[in-house]
């Protein structure tokens, strides 16, 4: 079974972020299926992952001057602090509340995520090319 597919999160139409969308995917679905030994290692390169993934959005956000760069990076935190806490459960190896974070919790963040934030994000990344004059930036 797969939690998440790339068919249902449309691509937001940036090269680096749409990338970084599709390992969350499949790190994901990795997840779903890893057993107990597999899991805390793919968890932590998923948390990783996200860190990395938020901090190339919290960049383009300063360097576009994003006008919800607020709110977007508030989100950013707010997750993170999840993963921070689920990882610290993982860790003392309550794995099955980090199963149900990945399950539960983590594709329906996603998609609404990438489907408001993100792609607000990519249409004004855009915007601001093409006012620019430089339409081939993504």
């Known amino acids: 079974m797969t939690l998440l597919s790339a068919a249902e999160t449309a691509p937001v139409g940036y090269d680096a972020i749409d990338h970084d969308h599709q390992s969350f995917i499949a790190l994901v679905n990795q997840l779903d299926s890893a057993d107990n030994n597999e899991f805390p290692a793919l968890f932590r390169e998923l948390y990783h992952h996200t860190e990395q993934h938020f901090e190339l959005e919290n960049q383009l956000m300063q360097t576009f001057a994003f006008p919800a760069?607020?709110?977007?990076?508030?989100?950013?935190?707010?997750?993170?602090?999840?993963?921070?806490?689920?990882q610290s459960r993982i860790d003392k190896g309550l794995i099955p509340f980090g199963r149900a974070f990945v399950k539960d919790r983590l594709p329906q963040w996603f998609k609404l995520h990438v489907?408001?934030?993100?792609?607000?994000?990519?249409?004004?990344i855009h915007q601001a090319n093409s006012r620019a004059g430089d339409t081939n930036a993504a």
């Open 115 to 124: 489907a408001t934030m993100d792609s607000a994000l990519a249409a004004h």
């Open 69 to 86: 760069e607020t709110e977007h990076k508030g989100e950013h935190q707010r997750v993170l602090a999840e993963f921070k806490q689920f």
